[in-house]
């Protein structure tokens, strides 16, 4: 066996070193691919932000359903909803300053349902009350008459069009963000304005239907779910029903 001098074994070491980690790194890079966040989604993550905007809002305009619920806030005044929408009407509840009331609408007939206690609240009873009406509207669906003043804020909370064209909006230069999960959904997030404008997270699974929104300048959180589930709306028998003529009763909470 031939005997190396120290200094040749040490430069032969230092050689098998250099080739064993080039060996090494080249193996690791063919081994092993850069991961692809969009794999296995809907690929609407590639596209840029204004055009996952696009898709999100045409995805929901083209739904024939869904369950909006969450708050928002309107001309300083904040109202929780949890209502399911689709194109010839709604159906859900409003909590707005301590007070519910239920909304059902089909087609152009609308009705609002609340307790003795949310008749009872406002700015008095219509002329000719004989004081007990509270109580005889209570739990009763009480037909909105649409020449009334609240009839358009109150069906604006059934309409799916207008409701969501309202809130899904983001302000300032958009850009894309995080990708949480939102419901166990992988999401990818549009900021508009770094944040300021507002955020919407978009599905990244099947169709890219919006799913959670945080409104600009802290107006509200809402999600939305049950995209193109189907619901019935049924009008309400003639002894659930209250129609109270030219006008509905006045209270702060339905005007």
């Not at 700015?123 to 009406?133: E, N, T, V």
Request: hydrophobic share 35%; aromatic share 6%.
């Amino acid at each position: 066996m031939t005997a190396f001098p120290p200094a040749a074994r040490a430069r032969r070491a230092a050689l098998l070193g250099v080739v064993c980690v080039g060996l090494t790194a080249a193996l690791t890079a063919c081994g092993e691919e850069p991961v692809d966040p969009d794999k296995g989604t809907n690929g609407v993550g590639r596209l840029s932000a204004p055009a996952i905007e696009a898709k999100a809002r045409k995805a929901a305009r083209d739904a024939e359903s869904v369950r909006l619920s969450g708050t928002v806030v309107s001309k300083g005044r904040s109202y929780k909803l949890d209502m399911r929408l689709k194109e010839d009407g709604g159906t859900g509840s409003v909590t707005s300053r301590g007070s519910t009331f239920e909304l059902l609408r089909i087609d152009d007939e609308l009705f609002m349902k609340a307790g003795a206690d949310f008749w009872d609240h406002g700015a008095g009873q219509p002329s000719g009350s004989d004081g007990a009406a509270a109580g005889k509207l209570e739990d009763k669906y009480v037909k909105v008459p649409d020449d009334d003043p609240a009839y358009d804020q109150l069906r604006g909370f059934t309409d799916k069009g207008v409701l969501l064209d309202g809130l899904l909006g983001l302000h300032g230069k958009l850009s894309k963000g995080d990708r949480p999960k939102v419901g166990g959904v992988r999401t990818i997030e549009v900021t508009g304005g770094k944040g300021t404008g507002g955020t919407l997270a978009v599905s990244l699974l099947g169709t890219p239907y919006p799913l959670k929104l945080e409104r600009a300048g802290g107006a509200g959180v809402v999600r939305l779910a049950d995209w193109d589930e189907e619901f019935a709306l049924e009008a309400p028998g003639k002894d659930e029903t209250v129609d109270y003529g030219g006008q509905l009763p006045k209270t702060s909470d339905a005007s």
